[in-house]
């Protein structure tokens, strides 16, 4: 799960990403993220804590400060850099959703993606579309696909949702792959 670290944010932006959470865990799936007790991201990971469910934190050393990291997290791996804590999160996932983010969510989703349009992995992907938050970027990759920058077949590969509820149904119906994305480096140390 990529998103906001911001905590500066509409209270929706929260309450979706604790029902995304909450909607993991129930679902019997264990949830992976950027390991932050903040923003959307700590609203995540807490609905996944409260339902009971699995939690996977992967973050850098240098975030391993007092308040930074979610401290319920099942289990948390450590990465020397921020390369490591994305490839270790495309190797433990077996499908990424995007929650409203900043320019962080933006390179994790699109590096993501941009994989799997080369074929280093087959996993699922979701965009969650709250409050109409990713219409902008919706409305670029149209524009990039208009003018030729890209193929429109890219909008096959991942799904815009409008709730975590679609979300999650979306992923259900969608095959998982596990382990498709190709290791480069070992992230731990």
Do not use: W
């Not at 865990?25 to 959307?40: D, P, R």
Request: charged content about 20%; hydrophobic content about 45%.
């Amino acid at each position: 799960m990529y998103g906001a670290s911001g905590e500066r944010l509409d209270k929706e932006y929260f309450a979706a990403a604790n029902e995304l959470g909450r909607l993991i865990a129930l679902g019997g799936h264990k949830l992976v993220f950027g390991g932050g007790a903040g923003g959307l991201m700590g609203a995540c990971a807490r609905g996944a804590a409260e339902a009971g469910g699995e939690i996977l934190g992967i973050a850098p050393h240098f975030f391993d400060e007092p308040g930074v990291l979610f401290d319920r997290c099942s289990r948390f791996i450590f990465t020397d850099t921020m390369s490591q804590r994305k490839q270790a999160m495309q190797l433990e996932s077996d499908a990424f959703i995007a929650l409203p983010g900043g320019i962080g969510t933006f390179e994790e989703f699109f590096e993501t993606l941009t994989l799997k349009q080369l074929g280093r992995h087959a996993k699922p992907m979701a965009v969650v579309n709250t409050l109409g938050y990713y219409e902008p970027m919706r409305a670029m990759l149209n524009a990039a696909a208009t003018g030729g920058f890209m193929s429109r077949s890219c909008f096959r590969l991942f799904e815009f949702c409008g709730t975590p509820l679609e979300a999650m149904a979306f992923l259900r119906s969608a095959p998982v792959v596990k382990g498709s994305v190709r290791r480069l480096t070992d992230y731990t140390k």
